[in-house]
């Protein structure tokens, strides 16, 4: 839910600039808030939901964008189906991969909790890519299963099998600039119900208001960017 935060937003701004992006690719819909709000900032938006009723609920949001397309179905094996389309297609733009398909289920064996593993897993080698990954461990608000948090020794190497000359950035406490009741209202966004609902839930506590966030870069970034360079 990085759209909450203006300087996030901002951020996927500038890379789909810098990188000419055309395409982003979201897992995790949930209620379509995020995707209706790149609708107007990519020609191409896809994104996956596997909870039928998030599902549903997005869809009647989404319905009027037409460069929005999404889709019921798991996170890691739409990836596989829009990768395999994209190779199959002679494709070779650069795409921005929003990975924010978290959701703790206790009747998932615990080595399959964390969905973004097995996202990565199925973006294996493909190299045009951007990946962010939303809720990292970076001293922000992360998410944690079983006492194990969302953090870089978790992903790291299926994140560099994607691309081994990836470059590792995060976002920073400092630079956080969070929308609150008030302020969304001039952020030029799609106010409705749900949106004042999370923008009240993220404003609930330090740790949801804050989040973390992971960009895994093919190329280095300027210092325009504002980001934290990490590991590598
Ligand atoms: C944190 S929310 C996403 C928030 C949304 N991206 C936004 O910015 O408003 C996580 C969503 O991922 C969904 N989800 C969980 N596991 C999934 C999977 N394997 N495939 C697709 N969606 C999944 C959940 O049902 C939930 O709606």
Same mark, same amino acid.
Not at 68 to 87: A, G
Not at 156 to 180: G, H, P, R
């Given at each position: ?43 191409? #938006? ?19 964008? @037409? ?47 964390? #969905? ?7 973006? +294996? ?29 978790? #992903? +790291? ?55 973390? @966030? ?8 300027? +210092?325009?960017?504002?980001? +934290?360079?990490?590991?590598?």
């Amino acid at each position: 839910m990085s759209w909450t935060d203006k300087k996030a937003v901002e951020t996927i701004k500038q890379l789909r600039d810098s990188f000419k992006v055309n395409t982003f690719v979201e897992t995790g819909t949930f209620k379509g808030i995020n995707a209706r709000l790149h609708a107007k900032n990519f020609t191409e #938006v896809i994104t996956c939901e596997l909870i039928k009723d998030y599902f549903l609920i997005a869809q009647e949001k989404l319905r009027s964008f @037409i460069n929005v397309k999404i889709v019921n179905i798991s996170s890691p094996e739409f990836l596989k189906q829009f990768t395999e389309e994209y190779k199959n297609s002679g494709r070779n733009d650069m795409i921005i991969f929003y990975l924010d398909a978290h959701f703790y289920d206790p009747n998932i064996p615990k080595e399959k909790r964390f #969905v973004v593993l097995d996202e990565l897993r199925a973006l +294996k080698d493909f190299k045009n890519g951007i990946i962010i990954i939303h809720d990292f461990d970076n001293g922000l608000g992360h998410i944690t299963y079983d006492g194990q948090p969302l953090d870089i020794s978790l #992903v +790291k190497n299926d994140l560099m099998q994607v691309n081994s000359e990836f470059n590792l950035y995060t976002n920073e406490l400092a630079t956080c600039e969070i929308w609150n009741e008030k302020t969304i209202l001039d952020s030029g966004m799609i106010i409705d119900f749900e949106t004042l609902d999370n923008i009240r839930y993220a404003n609930s506590t330090p740790r949801l208001t804050y989040r973390g @966030i992971l960009y895994a870069i093919p190329s280095e970034l300027g +210092k325009e960017f504002n980001l +934290k360079r990490i590991w590598n």
